[in-house]
């Protein structure tokens, strides 16, 4: 079975570009979730989305990201203008309504802003 | 104050050894607790959950103490193999999954 799929794996870019991360959750899942990691603040949770609909942006670090979610297989993260402080893993994941505790991860995009 | 917190390790113990750690929680209405393991440039995938009576896996057993609000994991016979980050996680609410930094394990031959 698929598992979550993200794309790219790995992303150098300079600072002032347009960073677009992708994700196909698992099917059936209808909670989505973006998550950043550094080592310095471990994993954050950026937003969530439920059936497609944006639950909770509060994690946002501020308004040059935004995430969508247009259809079931498929979301986004979008960073712009990208700036070195956004280099970071960020997974997606996504889980079922029923099992809250078991989030599925995809395996990261790591992204360097130069 | 963190809403989960972690030593960061690393505990590096030779193979065979048992290894244990905590982390504690700043929500005391949260409802439920995992383990998370994640290897060195991977993706977290969930361990095991922690019961309020303790449970064990194999090797592993988790054991919650809500009165002093934190979670512990211990690793019996360690192996090579279980060397990685362990993410302690806390669910405070339906949809959230708050997570700790990690801690660090190294398993030695």
């Known amino acids: 079975d698929a598992g979550v799929i993200q794309s790219p794996r790995h992303e150098v870019t300079e600072m002032g570009q347009e960073v677009t991360l992708r994700c196909k959750p698992i099917s059936g899942h209808d909670y989505l979730f973006w998550y950043r990691q550094t080592m310095m603040r471990g994993l954050e949770l950026l937003i969530y989305?439920?059936?497609?609909?944006?639950?909770?942006d509060s994690g946002m670090p501020e308004d040059r990201f935004s995430a969508k979610m247009p259809n079931a297989s498929f979301s986004t993260l979008k960073i712009q203008p990208s700036e070195p402080r956004d280099s970071a893993v960020y997974f997606c994941?996504?889980?079922?309504?029923?099992?809250?505790?078991?989030?599925?991860f995809g395996e990261g995009s790591r992204l360097t802003v130069l | 104050r963190k809403e989960v917190e972690q030593d960061p390790g690393p505990f590096n113990v030779p193979e065979g050894a048992t290894v244990a750690f905590n982390c504690t929680y700043s929500?005391?209405?949260?409802?439920?607790f995992f383990w998370y393991r994640q290897d060195c440039r991977k993706e977290p995938k969930l361990l095991m959950s922690v019961y309020s009576s303790g449970n064990e896996d194999g090797r592993f057993t988790a054991q919650l103490n809500r009165a002093s609000q934190y979670i512990s994991l211990l690793i019996r016979d360690s192996k090579l193999s279980d060397s990685a980050t362990y993410l302690c996680?806390?669910?405070?609410?339906?949809?959230?999954?708050?997570f700790g930094a990690g801690t660090t394990v190294t398993v030695r031959a």
């Open positions: 994941a996504s889980r079922t309504g029923t099992r809250a505790g078991e989030l599925f």
């Open positions: 989305f439920n059936n497609n609909v944006p639950i909770d």
């Open positions: 996680v806390v669910r405070p609410n339906d949809y959230k999954l708050s």
């Open positions: 929500n005391s209405a949260s409802q439920s």
